[in-house]
């Protein structure tokens, strides 16, 4: 995780937002704020690569690079890269259905994120228990609780992303986020 006031920015919204949403679920707070802080830059949206010259720019080139990493015919050939997979999916529908929702459902894919990123976190949840994993429960609460924690980060956009409640310091204009929303 970075240090500074970014990530401080974010746990502190994130927290907020939970708070005024009845959510109790600190390891989760944080988890958002790391999954804010990490996707505030434009390149971590697509840290996971199936070729080193090609990005996964959407949930369906992950799903097929999945696909990829099973056939043993194929040069990607790495299940182990799976859980990398699946866990990237979970996070960057969950950060789309949250800080682009309007996007989002202008697409029409909001269902389809929701259920991509639950399953992607049920599965990442499952792979933790089975390997004895301390996030096991985490992933299984982003999963079981997908829309709520995506409508906490909608709100946190709205509510606790506005200039006015920015720490002095933290140089986040209107375009903090318009830098690499998609069109």
Do not use: C
């Not at 499952?126 to 980060?153: I, K, N, V």
């Not at 006015?164 to 986020?177: I, Q, V, Y």
């Amino acid at each position: 995780m970075e240090s500074g006031l970014l990530p401080r920015f974010f746990e502190r919204a994130t927290r907020h937002a939970f708070d005024d949403l009845a959510l109790n679920d600190p390891p989760a707070v944080r988890y958002l704020a790391d999954l804010l802080t990490r996707f505030a830059r434009t390149d971590a949206l697509h840290t996971v690569r199936e070729l080193p010259a090609r990005r996964l720019e959407i949930v369906a080139d992950s799903l097929l690079a999945i696909q990829r990493a099973w056939d043993p015919e194929a040069p990607e050939f790495n299940p182990a890269h799976e859980r990398a997979l699946r866990r990237h999916i979970g996070d960057y529908t969950l950060f789309m259905t949250g800080i682009f929702r309007d996007y989002v459902q202008r697409l029409a894919v909001t269902s389809y994120y929701e259920h991509e990123g639950r399953r992607a976190y049920r599965f990442v949840s499952e792979t933790e228990r089975a390997g004895g994993g301390a996030d096991a429960p985490l992933f299984g609460r982003l999963s079981d609780r997908f829309e709520a924690y995506s409508g906490a980060l909608t709100y946190a956009r709205k509510v606790y992303f506005r200039a006015d409640r920015r720490p002095p310091g933290l140089l986040l204009d209107d375009s903090f986020f318009g830098a690499f929303a998609p069109e």
